[in-house]
């Protein structure tokens, strides 16, 4: 068992005890899940967490290193939240990357045992585990996709087995389709000699402002993820209002990206030098009437309870602002909309500051 004063947190969600990894302890993730049985006393059942899958920078040398001769598969990498869907005692629930179980989520999730028959495949497969993308509207991403309409959504893009272990890549496109699951989409099979087709995908993704691809072996377990510029300079423009509660290396990260596939592409460099001026000036725009450093959100719930279960959790990390509570119907189910907004403390501290004439010590 793991010192649970060591990086370890006890939870509890509905009658259900479990233990979240909050770091990554030896060789478990972070994010790794424990769940207790009905005592709550005994751990049954472990939930490991989503594997660290290496970004690179430049795609044809990283094609290279990673895959060498051997041909792999390309996935569109979708913008939303990362959770994994699982059955527990009969009950659905969505784990979050950082191994909480998310009360929002799983209440949509109940809804997608029956849209798309889960019970199903969790009869069929009941110690499995769909590692999802999930995209619509959102509590936790911001920058929601265009061309999925109100509501939540998941896309399978991994499945771990029984054993604790991701089922290979061919196995988990036949299960997806004999089950009828929603999937990321597949954009081909590649290989290093064939790399100028996928940068033609990469292309094209770039001009659709689509995030980018995650490219995964189809003789291993070996993956790599690249993103495309658009995508990063929206980061950049639309997260520079967040600046002092985002990592130091968010921006700098996304210009180097940006830099190297603009050259390593083949664009228009007078072009991109545009739109990034463009996503600065634009992301600092705010500042001209700021009141706080902070993101809206629309959700829709079933449950008051289940909002308010889902700001206690929200609120560890940001303060959060209710604006309206409305009843609605979507899709045939009575929900109630609400809009609310996240505030970020050293943004909002320290934007004020600035715009109140303090001064700053290089």
Same mark, same amino acid.
Not at 36 to 41: H, I, L, N, P, R
Not at 105 to 124: G, K, M, N, V
């Given at each position: 068992?793991?010192?649970?004063?060591?990086?370890?947190?006890?939870?509890?969600?509905?009658?259900?005890?479990?233990?979240?990894?909050?770091?990554?302890?030896?060789?478990?993730?972070?994010?790794?899940?424990? =769940?207790?049985?009905?005592?709550? %006393?005994?751990?049954?059942?472990?939930?490991?967490?989503?594997?660290?899958?290496?970004?690179?920078?430049? !795609?044809? &040398?990283?094609?290279? $290193?990673?895959?060498h001769a051997n041909p792999f598969f390309a996935e569109e990498k979708l913008d939303g939240y990362n959770v994994r869907l699982l059955l527990h005692q009969g009950q659905p629930l #969505? =784990?979050?990357?950082?191994?909480?179980?998310?009360?929002?989520?799983?209440?949509?999730?109940?809804?997608?045992? %029956?849209?798309?028959?889960?019970?199903?495949?969790?009869?069929?497969?009941?110690?499995?585990?769909?590692?999802?993308?999930?995209?619509?509207?959102? &509590?936790?991403?911001?920058?929601?996709?265009?061309?999925?309409?109100?509501? =939540?959504?998941?896309?399978?893009?991994?499945?771990?087995?029984?054993?604790?272990? @991701?089922?290979?890549?061919?196995? $988990?496109? $036949?299960?997806?389709?004999?089950?009828?699951?929603?999937?990321?989409?597949?954009?081909?099979?590649?290989? *290093?000699?064939?790399?100028?087709? @996928?940068?033609?995908?990469?292309?094209? !993704?770039?001009?659709?402002?689509?995030?980018?691809?995650? @490219?995964?072996?189809?003789?291993?377990?070996? #993956?790599?993820?690249?993103? +495309?510029?658009?995508?990063?300079?929206?980061?950049?423009?639309?997260? @520079?209002?967040?600046?002092?509660? !985002?990592?130091? *290396?968010?921006?700098?990260?996304?210009? =180097?990206? +940006?830099?190297?596939?603009?050259?390593?592409?083949?664009?228009?460099?007078?072009?991109?030098?545009?739109?990034?001026?463009?996503?600065? !000036?634009?992301?600092?725009?705010?500042?001209?009437?700021?009141? *706080?450093?902070?993101?809206?959100y629309n959700i829709y719930v079933q449950q008051i309870q289940t909002w308010n279960a889902l700001r206690a959790l929200l609120s560890v990390h940001v303060t959060i602002k209710t604006?309206?509570?409305?009843?609605?119907?979507?899709?045939?189910?009575?929900?109630?909309?609400?809009?609310?907004?996240?505030?970020?403390?050293?943004?909002?501290?320290?934007?004020?500051?600035?715009?109140?004439?303090?001064?700053?010590?290089?």
């Open positions: 068992m793991p010192d649970i004063t060591r990086g370890v947190e006890e939870r509890e969600y509905n009658g259900i005890k479990y233990w979240r990894y909050a770091d990554d302890i030896g060789n478990t993730l972070r994010g790794t899940v424990v =769940l207790f049985d009905a005592s709550g %006393q005994i751990p049954i059942r472990t939930i490991p967490g989503f594997p660290h899958i290496k970004r690179v920078y430049r !795609l044809r &040398p990283g094609v290279k $290193r990673f895959f #969505a =784990l979050t990357r950082g191994g909480f179980i998310c009360p929002f989520t799983s209440e949509w999730a109940e809804i997608w045992w %029956q849209r798309y028959r889960l019970d199903r495949f969790f009869a069929d497969y009941p110690d499995y585990v769909l590692f999802s993308e999930v995209l619509g509207d959102n &509590p936790y991403n911001s920058q929601k996709d265009p061309t999925i309409p109100s509501g =939540l959504y998941f896309f399978v893009f991994e499945i771990v087995g029984r054993d604790g272990e @991701l089922i290979h890549v061919r196995d $988990r496109y $036949r299960l997806v389709e004999s089950h009828e699951l929603p999937t990321v989409p597949l954009l081909g099979q590649f290989s *290093s000699d064939r790399i100028d087709e @996928l940068f033609e995908v990469l292309r094209n !993704l770039n001009e659709k402002e689509r995030e980018g691809v995650v @490219l995964k072996s189809s003789t291993s377990r070996r #993956a790599m993820k690249f993103v +495309t510029p658009r995508t990063d300079l929206r980061d950049i423009r639309d997260n @520079l209002i967040l600046e002092f509660d !985002l990592e130091p *290396s968010f921006i700098t990260n996304r210009l =180097l990206r +940006t830099s190297l596939f603009v050259r390593e592409f083949g664009l228009n460099e007078d072009e991109y030098a545009y739109h990034l001026g463009k996503a600065f !000036l634009e992301g600092y725009a705010n500042l001209e009437t700021f009141e *706080s450093a902070s993101e809206t604006e309206s509570i409305r009843s609605v119907v979507l899709h045939g189910i009575d929900m109630l909309k609400i809009e609310f907004r996240r505030v970020f403390r050293k943004s909002t501290k320290r934007y004020r500051e600035i715009l109140r004439g303090y001064g700053h010590i290089d």
